[in-house]
């Protein structure tokens, strides 16, 4: 997957731009508006900046696998009866 930020300085080109994408199959191409992008990257950050300053941890395949192979067993028994 790749990505690309454009900054478009008309209207026009903007239109124009946007109508070519909108012809490429769905499936093949995403547009994502710039609000989106400006707030997975403040979320993205803010993550950050909690592991930098321990407030947040972050685990291993392996420790999400045992926690939800526990978690999994700890109502299987329930669903069974």
Do not use: C
């Amino acid at each position: 997957m790749e990505n690309i930020l454009l900054k478009i300085k008309s209207k026009e080109a903007y239109d124009h731009l946007l109508s070519l994408l909108k012809k490429i199959d769905q499936n093949e191409i995403e547009i994502i508006s710039d609000n989106v992008f400006e707030q997975q990257k403040a979320e993205l950050h803010q993550e950050l900046e909690a592991v930098e300053n321990g407030t947040s941890t972050l685990s291993g395949l392996d420790e999400v696998d045992i926690e939800l192979d526990r978690i999994i067993s700890r109502y299987e028994d329930k669903t069974i009866r």
